[in-house]
Each structure stands twice: as structure tokens, then as C-alpha cells.
């Protein structure tokens, strides 16, 4: 999937938080190869804290497991850039962001690798993008170019548009 350059991260962000907060909805957040930026986009977004629960960022792969509950097996097997893996993070993420007992309603995931080298047989470029809620989940493979700043910058416009798409499926 060739993504465009993304246009301003905060006005993608605005969009999802204007999304969710209008549905009633909140959002946590699961990053690797993104580092936190991903969350500092949404955190940029005056009012985002009426939605965004908060964000767990696993850059070592034993945190996926540890503080997501993605299984250990899986990781072992598959490494941490695999579409199951992108998957496990966005449910895990809702459950590591429950409040009260209740999930978050959207978890959002990130997985891949930004460069400079490969990650054993994960080329550069390779990224995973997953969302999931209640009524179920999407995993999106990306195929991206350029350097690391731009395989990150890209993989926060993909992410955030996957999650615009999902709260709007969610409105009809």
C-alpha cells in the first residue's frame, strides 16, 4: 500500500479526535517503530485528552509481551513485524488502558521497521498497522519508502487515517 506524504499529522489527528469525541469514544494507543510519535500527534490536538486514554510504546520486543499480552510464542516464532503481532498490540493496548474495568474503544497499533537496516527477515519499509474494537479488528501490510524519519511520518498518517476510517465505520 504506497501512502501519500502526510500532510500535517495535528490536522489528521484533530480529525480522529473530533471522530471520537462526537461518537463518544476513546482510544489507546500501542507504538514500535513509531516511538511515541504517533501519540504526540493525538496529544497535540487541544482537547484530546476527552478521548485519548494514553499509549504504551513497546520498542523492545519483550514489552510486547510483558505490557501487551502479546503472546510469547507468536513472537518468537514471527518476531515483532507480523500482521498477528500488529493485531495483539491493539487489543492489548485496549485492555492495558481500561478504566474502571472498561477497555478503551479503539486501540491502535504500530509495528515494523523504520531503517537503517533490516530486522532479521523484516525488510526496511516493512510496517504493520492495526486497529481494534469491540466489533472487531483490521491489520493494514505497508510497503513504505524513503528514510527512517519518513517511514515513521508515514506509518502516523497511515495509523491515524486507519482510525479515522474505523470511528466512522462505527457512526453508520
Known amino acids: ?13 484533530a480529525g480522529l479526535i473530533a471522530r471520537l469525541t462526537e461518537a463518544h469514544r476513546t482510544l489507546a494507543v500501542a507504538e514500535s517503530l513509531t516511538g511515541g510519535a504517533l501519540l504526540a500527534a493525538l496529544v497535540a490536538v487541544p482537547g484530546a485528552s476527552a478521548v485519548l486514554r494514553g499509549g504504551v510504546v ?4 519483550a514489552l510486547k ?16 513485524v507480523h500482521p498477528e503481532v500488529a493485531l495483539a498490540m491493539a487489543r492489548g493496548v485496549r485492555a492495558t488502558a481500561a478504566v474502571d ?35 472487531g479488528e483490521v491489520v493494514r501490510e505497508l510497503r513504505l519508502l524513503g528514510d527512517r524519519a519518513a517511514i ?13 476510517d474505523r470511528a466512522s465505520a462505527s457512526r453508520e
Open 58 to 61: 513497546a520498542y523492545d520486543t
Open 101 to 135: 474495568g472498561a477497555p478503551a474503544d479503539l486501540g491502535l497499533s504500530t509495528t515494523g521497521v523504520a531503517g537503517p537496516d533490516p530486522q532479521v527477515s523484516a525488510p526496511v519499509g516493512l510496517v504493520f498497522i492495526a486497529v481494534a474494537d469491540a466489533r
Open 152 to 164: 515513521r511520518a508515514q506509518t502516523v498518517a497511515a495509523a491515524l487515517a486507519l482510525a479515522a
Open 65 to 80: 509481551h510483558s505490557l501487551l499480552g502479546v503472546d510469547a510464542d507468536l513472537l518468537a516464532e514471527h518476531g515483532p
Open 1 to 13: 500500500m504506497s501512502i501519500p506524504a502526510p500532510s500535517d499529522p495535528v490536522d489528521a489527528a
